[in-house]
């Protein structure tokens, strides 16, 4: 099982970006998948969750309306769309499939991982 995170960068505060995280060696389709994030010096952290097939979407209060999750499921992706962005964003953000179809906001839960994708928010 391959997990490829790409699409981080450096952006300025209310900036937007959007990542990708595309998927291999499994049934895409069949799988909750999130992302989670990792800040310097800070745990691993749940932002967003969506269901094997596209619905239910939930996120973390801090990026609520500000952050989507979609998945394309004829092309084994995940994305994140990220709007507004503020400078406590900043991290490296992973995507994980998770081993039930609806995704859980945990990341023990998750059995696979990519391997990460750095953004950066200048203030």
């Known amino acids: 099982v391959q997990l490829q995170a790409s699409g981080g960068g450096l952006v300025q505060a209310g900036g937007s970006l959007r990542l990708s995280c595309a998927a291999s060696?499994?049934?895409?389709?069949?799988?909750?998948m999130g992302w989670f994030r990792q800040a310097p010096g800070k745990e691993r952290e749940f932002v967003a969750v969506?269901?094997?097939?596209?619905?239910?979407?939930s996120y973390a209060d801090s990026v609520k309306g500000r952050f989507t999750i979609s998945r394309d499921n004829a092309e084994n992706t995940l994305y994140l769309q990220m709007n507004s962005l503020k400078f406590e964003d900043t991290a490296v953000y992973y995507c994980a499939a998770d081993r039930t179809t609806w995704g859980r906001t945990t990341a023990a839960a998750y059995g696979y991982w990519g391997q990460g994708t750095l953004v950066t928010v200048s203030s």
């Open positions: 060696g499994l049934t895409f389709s069949r799988y909750g």
């Open positions: 969506i269901s094997s097939n596209g619905n239910n979407p």
